[in-house]
Every structure is written in structure tokens, then in C-alpha cells.
């Protein structure tokens, strides 16, 4: 079992940057695939990236690549989302999740941990 923690979110003006971090606890850290999502008011939730145990996959929502960058560190239990070129579009609850699995999935439902979001306001 592993659990998530968030953090790095805040107010930025558009065309800004952001890193989000997500920070695990347990030791079979780097056997779990780990995955960003996002949810804005009123809307459902949407996956924005994902990256396998090893990082040696990544995946992107076309929404988001070639802005955003997902990237891990293992020995640090830290998988980190560069995210740059914002938009309000961006603006939600960014979540990161995690699954015991060496197959990277941008699918939520396949993703059994969760932390508890931190938020990102893009002004425009």
C-alpha cells in the first residue's frame, strides 16, 4: 500500500509555470505506475499524464503535451509535474494516483491510491 501526497499548487498568471509534486509513503514506491489527473468545477474528472515504475514511459492528454512534463525520482518517492504555458483552461484540482502495475494507464479507474488534490488557479 502506498500513500499520496500533493503539493506545489497555488495562483499563477497565464503563460506561467508550476511543479507539482506528489509524494509517496511505502516502500514498493518504484513498483507502482503513477498517474495526474484533474478535476475543474462542474466537470468530470481527466487524466493528464501518467509514467510507469521504471519512467521510462509517459503518457500525455493532447491537451497538455508539449507543456507539461511528468517525470519521477524513486530514490525520493517523488513523481513531479512540470507544468509550463499555462492556461485557465488548467485551472482544477490536480491529484496524483498510483497502481501496483508495471503497465502505465491514463484510465482513473484503473488506479487504486489517491491523494487528496492540490489546486491550481490560472489567471488570465
Known amino acids: 500500500q502506498v500513500q499520496l501526497v500533493e503539493s506545489g499548487g497555488g495562483l499563477v498568471q497565464a503563460g506561467g509555470s508550476l511543479t507539482l509534486s506528489c509524494v509517496a509513503s511505502?516502500?514498493?514506491?518504484?513498483?507502482?505506475?503513477i498517474g495526474w489527473f484533474r478535476q475543474a468545477p462542474g466537470k468530470e474528472r481527466e487524466s493528464v499524464a501518467a509514467?510507469?515504475?521504471?519512467?521510462?514511459?509517459?503518457l500525455y492528454a493532447d491537451s497538455v503535451k508539449g507543456r507539461f512534463t511528468i517525470s519521477r525520482d524513486n530514490a525520493k518517492n517523488t513523481v513531479s509535474l512540470q507544468m509550463n504555458s499555462l492556461k485557465s483552461e488548467d485551472t482544477a484540482v490536480y491529484y496524483c494516483?498510483?497502481?501496483?502495475?508495471?503497465?502505465?494507464?491514463?484510465?482513473?479507474?484503473?488506479?487504486?491510491?489517491w491523494g487528496q488534490g492540490t489546486q491550481v488557479t490560472v489567471s488570465s
Open positions: 509514467i510507469s515504475w521504471s519512467g521510462g514511459w509517459t
Open positions: 494516483a498510483g497502481r501496483a502495475d508495471t503497465i502505465v494507464t491514463m484510465t482513473s479507474t484503473a488506479y487504486d491510491y
Open positions: 511505502g516502500r514498493t514506491f518504484s513498483s507502482y505506475a
